[in-house]
């Protein structure tokens, strides 16, 4: 089953209430959604990470190491959103590939709580913490 991409705004966002796993090269932020359809993913990288060229490179690359190596971890439900550092543009692909899979392999791991209704919680703390 092929992984999907985030389109709008509002999935975006609404994956930035999920969890946050931090790595070297990006951030994964993961939501649980209702249904079980397929994972869905989406690249998010900012204009301070460099010019279009750098930042279009960066993105290509995601998604290929996405398409290659880690859509086979993603799990099912899930919206994940990659928010890409600068990092990305030096890293040899296999360490690039190899941390996508650790970040969405996470997902599917046994610290994903549960809230009182059975759906996924977020271990993240509020920013009032």
Known sequence: MAAEKLRKRAEFL?????????????FVEALRRADEGPARFGL???????NAVERNRIRRRLR???R?????????????????RREVLS???AT????????FS???GPNQKTDRNGEGRSERRSRSD
């Open 14 to 26: 609404a994956a930035r209430r999920g969890r946050r796993l931090n790595g070297p090269f990006f």
């Open 44 to 50: 998010t990288v900012t204009r301070k990470i460099g």
């Open 64 to 66: 290929e190491a996405i």
């Open 68 to 84: 290659i190596y880690a859509e086979a971890d993603m799990v099912p439900g899930i919206d994940y959103v990659i928010v890409a």
């Open 91 to 93: 890293a040899p692909f």
């Open 96 to 103: 690039l590939s190899e941390e996508l899979r650790k970040r």
């Open 106 to 108: 996470r997902m599917a």
